[in-house]
């Protein structure tokens, strides 16, 4: 049964060859914690009450990064290694007097690509097989740096030990299989040899990697199990192995996207995060970011270098280029930009044009309303079919607080207005260009704010004229 399986996931390191003051569990890839994706691959597996993560190295920030999750936590004060870390979780079992759950599935927080169903495999071969330990491994074209798999004769399944590459003689390349860092173990077996570890070995620490050789000479049956793309199984101890990873991710995310419908062009060259969600037949441009939590719909078209975060744009939604959009939702066929900016809170209707160098800020703008040049929206709300004419500006802050600007439906704003907040425009009205409006303007006026235009016929022609 899956359900005798408590988790522990590894994130105590410091992560050394990052040469980085964040913990290692902490960097990103995909637009996420590399704690956070083994923490989802892990809930596939047993509920959030079943998986602790063993934390140390600046271990307040990273229980603060993913206790929403609702996992549990295992404090490793000192780092003194993997076997080590499970020694703590051993200690806190019984120190809460808890039973251990029958079977430990093991991950490591700096193996990010896992996927579900490679695990539930590994899980089910587990029982099958009733190992001891049960360990996924894989055969890279680049073995360098990981623990190798010793395999008993014999026997296709069965491992005879894990030895690190530290730990190889010297000029011996070691076997081709690498340990992933993943584990199934019988718990009872697990815990009645950890005592065992010793660290005398090249690193000075307690490895949980020796346990296998253990268990062999305990009788106890160790399996491995190879996994079926050596991606999912690659770790990220340097900067360049963690965009290696991000890489493979947002790629994995671009195909996904692709295989609903999606053309992306150029994928290698858009920023997408593993949860962004886009429906068929909309079109992503080269260079676009795609971030977040967001979700874009059918028939779209997203133009080169626009960034999106966290933002929900509807069906047949036009993003020209350059826009950045930021906790914003758009309607259906609204059309952005260029060069827009939508601050967070900016609501655009279905229909709604949002044009060049205009930026909207905690803004309603309703059906079919048109802001298309030069303007800044800022805590205001407009009504359906109205226009907001080049260079308007709602004056919403007098240098201590913000204020509201309403406008109704079916207005329209002179270019280079400015409507000083709070205010409200009326249905139906008309502002004159260039008018400073400190009034409200009830429905259906003409408004005008501007000093009266003199012409002095002449006057140009009679002061040549003077100057001779
Ligand atoms: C480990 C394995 C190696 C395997 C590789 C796969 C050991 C001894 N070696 O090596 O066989 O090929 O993973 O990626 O286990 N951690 C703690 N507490 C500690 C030390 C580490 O929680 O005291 C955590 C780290 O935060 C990390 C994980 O354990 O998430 C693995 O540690 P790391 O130092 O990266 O091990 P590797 O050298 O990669
Ligand atoms: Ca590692």
Redesign the pocket.
Known sequence: MQNDFGIAI????K?TRLKSRRP??LHEIGGQALLLHVIAAAKTIAPAGQIDC?I?HEADKVRAAVAHTGVGFVL?TQ????G??LQQLKQHFAAANLAPPPHLLVL????PLIRPETLAALTALHLREHAAMTILTAVPPDPTG??RILRAQNDAQAVAA?V?QKDLPSGDPGPPE????IYCFETAALFANLGKLSDNNASG?L???DIAGLLVAAGRRVVALQADSVDEVL?A?TIAEMMHLDARLRLATAQRLMAQGVTIFRPDTCVIDAQVEAAADTIIEPYVQLLGNTRIGADCRIRSYSVIEDCTLGDNVLVRNGCILHDARVGDAAQIGPYAHLRPGSEIGASAHVGNFVETKKVTLGKGSKANHLTYLGDAVIGAGTNIGAGVITANYDGLNKHQTTIGDHVFIGSDSTLIAPITVGDNTLIAAGSTITEDVPADSLALGRSRQTTKPGWVTARKSARK
């Open positions: 590894l994130a105590a390191g992560g290692k569990v063993i140390g490793q780092q003194r290694g993997t080590h870390a490591s927080g700096d193996v990981y623990g894990i690190e690498i340990n992933s860092g620490e490895y949980l990697t770790g101890n």
